[in-house]
């Protein structure tokens, strides 16, 4: 009997942004913790070494110079465009009496090499795993030549979790603390260094291999043959990596300390031997040859909490001095590859690798009564253009009002007080820009009758987005620049005066710009036709990326093409818009630009790759 399987549909639903902002707090942490290694996931990493499988938090050791070198590990580490072995808190703190102190925690994992089972080994072996284990093996050794036909093991490593606490007693004179952790570190993994399953030199052999009968038997067999492997190579012991803690602190000009915070893997990594020979086969003595450790710190963690001492916060210098900006202006901590922050509102300075910017989103202003929502319906109508613009003007003023209000209950500093005055006062202008643009609308009927051409344009294009309204920033940046149009068929000094002004639109990326600027294109456009230019360019525009051009090629053409499609229309029913279509001229450089394109109708062609409108 066969059934039918219900049809998949898609259900379209209105997700909040407090639910979007979930999802995307779920995808971060899940990448975090992805990078960092510290998931089950990633307790044991098989077939790579873990640096190269991890990516956040991690610490790695320092190249060791050669014999004779004068370089310092750390300016070697430079030269060779390594990662920094170090990381570290910078904060301020005010001492309360003589008894200050600093309590730090380190957190970080190690990784130990292991031996696999022999069920492990039986698929790393019989797979293609094996073969691209070999070509890009950590240890750079070629296969052994004897007559055995041997295999390679699995690289297989665990990971061991870290945690080590230092008390710091500070005083009011400079001073500095330095911990060495290697003991702690190693007194933590215990027997882990030195059990069955951690993996050391095989003597006598070039590389970490097996004959293929050590699998081929049972488990006891294959722990036998890797201890007849290892020879005396346990006699070397497993060091673990040599961790560094380091605080120190000085007095600054305000009767506070400020104070660093270092943890640092000062691990010396030795030059690699030549290609197939260990170092100590270099020296030509009989030592067990070494293999490469895993000697990363990974997913490095700081906390700092002070006793008897109050947090004080640090001048953010970068931040402009600007009233808007008088939140941001200071920082609790300073990170110094990581990022230095508080953990809640009166928690200890903690370090993070994986920041994460909570950007608010910008909502404009609607109204009580949404009188601000301005659609393309009302101002594309005679009869709602102007009260739908005079409703913005109100409002401008309005908001005057209530930024004086907030000037005269000032409680802040005078410098910020000083900015926001002279904000205000660029408001202020803006303000009679927009109320000049209007009057403008008010006083030319074929200006008037352009832009709103331009709001039935943009109505149509926005029909298939869901698209009705504009922005209102968008909004007033149109009506300013009509001045600008106006003054070419006038002689009022007022306006004349509008053509020796440059207006720059700032908004973040995604806020609406492009289509701002193409509604006073679309002005412009119609703006030439009624006043009886025929043809020529009325708007350039010039980008400065080749690609940014080729990604806003299409929405201006389909700016273009409706304005055209309207043109057409309004020519058919007697108004004054003959002369040249409206066209798009596209030039990037070379063999990138068409010479010519068709007329464009209704469905307007794409070209293969600023532009000019005319």
Sequence with gaps: MITAKPALTTRAFDSTPEEEERIVAHLAEALRVRFSGEGDEHRIIRYQFPSRALQLGILPPLPQPDAGESITPERLAQRLNQAPSSMGLDFRIAREGDAGSLTLVVRF????????????????????????????????????????????????????????????????????????????????????????????????????????????????????AITRAEGDGRTAPYLPPRVELTAAWQPDGDGSLRVQVTLANRTLVPPRARRGRSISQERGDKKPRTIPREMALFNCRLRV???????????????PRDFRYRDARSTWALGRSCVGRRDGANGPIVSDTWPIQRQPRTQPRRGNRDELVISFDKLKDDKTMMPSLVRVLSAMRLFDNEWDQHLRDWSGDPGSRAESERARRTWQEEIKAFERGVNCLASDRKLASSFRAANEVFDRIGADKGISEWRLFQLVFIVIQLASLRARVTDDQDLRAELDICDVL?????????????????????????????????????????????????????????????????????????????????????????????????????????????
């Design 109 to 224: 994992a190690v990784y130990v090499q292991r031996y696999p089972q022999r069920a492990e080994q039986v698929t790393f072996y019989t797979g293609e795993t094996e073969r691209k284990t070999r070509e890009n093996d950590e240890s750079d050794d070629e296969p052994g030549d004897d007559q055995v036909e041997t295999m390679r093991l699995m690289p297989k490593f665990e990971r061991f979790d870290i945690e080590l606490t230092a008390a710091v007693p500070i005083a009011n004179e400079r001073g500095e603390q330095t911990f060495d952790l290697t003991a702690d570190v190693a007194a933590q993994l215990n027997d882990v260094l030195c059990d069955r399953e951690t993996v050391f030199p095989f003597l006598g052999r070039r590389n970490q291999t097996l004959p293929i009968t050590a699998m081929q038997g049972n488990d006891k067999q294959w722990w036998s």
């Design 305 to 319: 909490t002070p006793a008897n001492a109050e947090l004080v916060e640090l001048r953010f210098h970068e931040a």
């Design 506 to 614: 700032w908004f973040a990326t995604g806020g609406g710009k492009t289509e701002a600027y193409l509604g006073l294109i679309v002005v412009a456009l119609f703006y030439d036709r009624y006043r009886g230019k025929r043809r020529g360019v009325s708007a350039l525009l010039r980008y400065p990326l080749r690609m940014l051009s080729v990604q806003q090629l299409q929405r201006l053409l389909a700016a273009v093409a409706a304005a055209e499609d309207l043109r057409v229309e309004r020519l058919d029913n007697g108004e004054a818009l003959d002369g040249d279509p409206f066209a798009l001229g596209y030039w990037a450089g070379f063999g990138n630009s068409p010479t010519n394109y068709p007329p464009i109708t209704t469905k307007a062609r794409q070209p293969s790759s600023g532009g000019a409108a005319s």
